[in-house]
């Protein structure tokens, strides 16, 4: 029941940059419809495809966790990254499509790196370890170090935002679902003992709540009604990837 709700966290996670929840909270600009903007105005503007690029890596990694040949009986963690691979491959796309060349290149360098080290861990895996408890370990280890990243990926977005005292391009349903996805999976680490799951979803809880009182602190600060067309070369310094 726990995994249940937690692949249902997890996919809202996951949809959470797109027109899901908008209607509800358009008038209050609380959930912004990170790609509607993008398709809508054909520019990334200021966002950031770090957390997409991350959320691909860290969903590639929990997949190969979740195989039969590495740690059986885990159908649920299989399915929902499995979603999320697609979702987020689907979001990165549509990045890439609207952003400058000088990100696409960062885009393309990215996933080969990331496309690298997923073989790199696969062969090592079944390579060296030949039992479930073993190649568990291994893999655990590394899916820790990457879902940390995962739901570090939006300090860069944190700082511009301390920097700029504006919440425009943090997307506020992303933080959410960051804190409930990472609460939840934190009951389900509790109940199976696994720390590969807990470690990493209760720093992905601290990391939501974080960004949600950036929010809440800075929303009314925020120039909701500057013009959507400027282009990142047009932002402000703090807004920019450097």
């Keep these: 029941m726990v995994s249940t709700k937690g692949n249902l966290t997890a996919l809202y996670l996951f949809l959470s940059p797109t027109y899901f929840l908008f209607v509800a909270f358009n008038k209050q600009n609380f959930c912004s419809p990170t790609f509607i903007r993008i398709v809508k105005y054909k520019s990334v503007q200021a966002f950031k495809p770090d957390p997409y690029l991350a959320t691909f890596m860290n969903c590639a990694m929990w997949l190969f966790y979740g195989l039969p040949i590495v740690h059986p009986h885990s159908l649920l963690i299989i ?13 990165c796309t549509i990045f890439f499509m609207y952003s400058t060349w000088a990100c696409r290149k960062k885009m393309i360098l990215v996933f080969i790196v990331e496309a690298i080290l997923i073989a790199g861990m696969i062969a090592v895996t079944l390579t060296l370890e030949h039992t479930h408890p073993a190649r568990s370990t291994l893999v655990g280890v590394m899916c820790l170090v990457f879902n940390i990243i995962m739901y570090t990926s939006p300090l860069t977005v944190m700082r511009s935002v301390i920097k700029t005292k504006s919440v425009r391009y943090m997307p506020i349903c992303l933080s959410l679902g960051n804190l409930l996805n990472g609460l939840v999976w934190i009951v389900y680490a509790a109940l199976e ?37 400027r282009n990142e070369t047009e932002m402000p310094p703090a807004a920019s990837n450097a």
């Excluded at 399915?79 to 979001?91: A, D, E, Q, R």
């Excluded at 960004?211 to 009314?220: E, S």
């Design 79 to 91: 399915t929902i990254n499995s979603v999320g691979i697609v979702i987020t491959l689907t979001f």
């Design 193 to 229: 003992f696994d720390p590969f799951i807990m470690i990493p979803n209760a720093i992905g809880a601290i990391s939501g709540t974080i960004q949600i009182a950036l929010y809440f602190k800075y929303r009314k600060t925020t120039n909701w009604d500057e013009d959507e067309t």
